[in-house]
């Protein structure tokens, strides 16, 4: 903001960005999306829900809202639970 670039220009030039927004979720809706263990299950998916999540209903909609946002030139998006936590 210093520079006087709108949050989509900050993203293009470094590559990210940071957002002050409010979520729907709460604190058991991520309980709820949880792995059923809470070790490399993050990285591999082993033991991910495979079934709809609160991430996957209400967190990657306000997640594909915000990217539309910055980048409104995208047009596919596909939001890995994995990444989403």
Request: include cysteine; glycine fraction near 4%.
């Amino acid at each position: 903001a210093s520079e006087g670039l709108s949050k989509a220009e900050f993203f293009e030039k470094y590559g990210f960005v940071l957002l002050n927004r409010k979520t729907a979720m709460q604190a058991q809706d991520w309980e709820a999306s949880a792995p059923k263990t809470l070790d490399i299950s993050h990285f591999t998916g082993f033991g991910m829900p495979d079934r709809e999540t609160p991430v996957s209903r209400i967190y990657a909609k306000e997640v594909e809202q915000i990217v539309r946002e910055l980048l409104p030139e995208a047009t596919h998006l596909e939001l890995d639970p994995l990444c989403a936590r």
